[in-house]
């Protein structure tokens, strides 16, 4: 059994028991990141007896919005994005995006990382669109000595909240980009990586175990 298959495993046994006999666990899809998330869900409703709420916004800061963004709760997550401290979603984005362009591989092979950007660059548009304008304030006139103007006034803008209108054309273009599969590309490769590392450790342990063991 590969650590891959340990982590769904156990994901999936603590379902059934927290929900009951009578539910059977959710079903596998083979995402690693839907699955565990199913069944954490499961679970969650099973002890607080409410169904997980699709239109709760998610953490703006968390690596995974990109691959958790859907209709239901794309509004009220960008809204809540919009107000972060010095825009830090956008910055951060940008500079992950600049890395990604830059990235020459493990032996300095073609440049860029290509599921990155497929998926950071609509991301940044996305998270530029929720960003809140601020207001700018009107400019008084200048007068010259005898009261003529000398330079007029220059008028104010209000602030500009993106409405959820705009954010869901941001999120159709995001769609359209195909960044949906990219960002979960994007965020599945590494997990992925990392658990067929451990599988590789575990089956040389036992390996050298098994070499070990008195015949």
Known sequence: MNALTRILLAAFLAAPVAVGAQNKPPRLTGNLVKDIQDA?????????????????????????????LTPDNLVPTMKGCAQDVNNQLVNDTQRALDSAKAYAGPN?????????????????????????????????????????????????????????????????????AGALTSCQAWFNGPINATTAAGAGAVGSVIGGAALLAPK
């Open 40 to 68: 954490n869900n499961q679970v969650k409703s099973a002890v607080t007896g409410k169904s997980a709420d699709p239109t709760a916004p998610l953490p703006c800061m968390d690596i995974k919005v990109l691959t958790k």
């Open 108 to 176: 300095g092979g073609a440049i860029g990382d290509n599921d990155a950007v497929n998926c950071l660059m609509p991301a940044l548009a996305l998270f530029k669109a929720a960003a809140i304008i601020p207001a700018v304030p009107e400019t008084p006139a200048v007068l010259n000595p005898d009261g003529t103007v000398k330079t007029p006034a220059i008028p104010g803008t209000p602030e500009l909240d993106p409405g959820p209108i705009l954010l869901y054309q941001k999120y159709r273009e995001f769609t359209l």
